[in-house]
């Protein structure tokens, strides 16, 4: 399964990056375990991803559970949440 994956704001400064298309292994098939996949990446990667339930992941622009299913050829956002006042 091949994915586009967006990050933004820390994300985005902390890696590097602010998208990139990854290739997933065929045991990769939900939105949690994409984020552990990510985070055995190690480094800075392994830090910010530790502790996936403070992430949101939205796919196709819709808010999905880190239970989720994944489907091939997705747009996957992952991001802090966000509180105001």
Known sequence: M???VLYFAQLREKFGLSDEH???PESIRTAGELIAHLSSRGGAWGETFE???AFRVA???EMIALDTPLVDG???AIFRPVTGG
């Open 74 to 76: 997705a747009e996957l």
């Open 2 to 4: 091949k994915i586009k």
């Open 22 to 24: 990854i290739q997933l």
């Open 51 to 53: 502790g996936a339930q």
């Open 59 to 61: 796919m196709n622009q």
